[in-house]
C-alpha cells in the first residue's frame, strides 16, 4: 500500500526567508502524481503545487518549487520570500487511481 | 465561477443517529471524491463518484455511503453515528477525470462540514 509520510509536525520561517519541509513516499507503482495542499484556518484544501512522476524537471509555481527525487521517493516543497499569508497547514499528496493518500501535515508558522 | 458548496457548514448529532451532507461541484465538474480529515488519522479517501457512479472507495464500514446525482452533486451518508465518525469532511470536484486512473487533474476542494457527535 502506498504511505506518505511528513517527518516535521511543526515548522517555522520569517518572513522574507526560505524554508523547506520534507516528504517521502513509498508505492511500488510507476504511474502516479504528487502534490502540495495547503489548509488555512478557513479549512479549504487549496492546491499549491504538483508533479508528475514521469517528469523529470522539477516543479515550480511562482515562490513554491519542489525537489523531487524519483528514486529516493522524496518530494520536498521549498517556499522562497516567506509571506505571512503562508502561514498554514501543509500537506503533501500521492495521487494513485482517483484517490489522493494524505501526509499527516506540517504546520507552517510565519515570523514577521 | 462558483466553487464547491458544502452544506450544512456545522452539524451536531447524538450517537446512533444518521447524517447526510451535500456536496455541490463546480459547474461542469463531473468528478467528486470525499474525504474526512480527524486529527489523529488526518486526510482520509472516502469514495469518488463520477457520473452518477461509485468509482473507487476507501477503508471505511457500510454505515458510509454516498451517491452521485445526474446534475453531479453528491452527497454523504452516515447511519448510525459514533463517537469517531466526529470529524471535517471534505469534498473535492474535478473537470477532467479518467475515473480509477491516477491523474494530475486539479481537485477542488470545498470548505467543509464539521461533523461533532455527542
Known amino acids: 500500500a502506498q504511505t506518505v509520510t511528513q517527518s516535521q509536525p511543526e515548522m517555522s520561517v520569517q518572513e522574507a526567508e526560505t524554508v523547506t519541509l520534507s516528504c517521502t513516499y513509498d508505492?511500488?507503482?510507476?504511474?502516479?502524481?504528487l502534490f502540495w495542499y495547503k489548509q488555512p484556518p478557513s479549512r479549504q484544501m487549496i492546491l499549491v503545487i504538483r508533479?508528475?512522476?514521469?517528469?523529470?524537471q522539477n516543479a515550480t509555481e511562482n515562490r513554491f518549487s519542489v525537489n523531487f527525487q524519483k528514486a529516493a521517493k522524496s518530494f520536498s516543497l521549498k517556499i522562497s520570500d516567506s509571506q505571512l499569508g503562508d502561514a498554514a497547514m501543509y500537506f503533501c499528496?500521492?495521487?494513485?487511481?482517483?484517490?489522493?493518500?494524505f501526509g499527516q501535515g506540517t504546520e507552517l508558522s510565519v515570523k514577521p | 465561477k462558483a466553487g464547491v458548496t458544502q452544506t450544512p457548514r456545522y452539524l451536531i448529532k447524538t450517537r446512533g443517529q444518521q447524517v447526510t451532507l451535500s456536496c455541490s461541484p463546480i459547474?461542469?465538474?463531473?468528478?467528486v471524491s470525499w474525504y474526512q480529515q480527524t486529527p489523529g488519522q488526518g486526510l482520509q479517501f472516502l469514495f469518488e463518484?463520477?457520473?452518477?457512479?461509485?468509482?473507487n472507495k476507501g477503508n471505511f464500514p457500510g454505515r458510509f455511503s454516498g451517491r452521485q446525482f445526474s446534475n453531479s452533486r453528491s452527497e454523504m451518508n452516515v447511519s448510525t453515528l459514533e463517537l469517531g465518525d466526529s470529524a471535517l469532511y471534505l469534498c473535492?470536484?474535478?473537470?477532467?477525470?479518467?475515473?480509477?486512473?491516477?491523474?494530475?487533474?486539479?481537485?477542488?476542494f470545498g470548505s467543509g462540514t464539521q461533523l461533532s457527535v455527542l
Open positions: 508505492t511500488s507503482e510507476s504511474d502516479y502524481y
Open positions: 499528496a500521492y495521487r494513485s487511481k482517483g484517490k489522493l493518500i
Open positions: 508533479q508528475e512522476a514521469y517528469k523529470q
Open positions: 473535492a470536484s474535478s473537470l477532467l477525470a479518467r475515473p480509477g486512473r491516477s491523474t494530475n487533474e486539479k481537485l477542488f
Open positions: 459547474s461542469g465538474h463531473r468528478s
Open positions: 463518484y463520477f457520473s452518477e457512479t461509485q468509482r
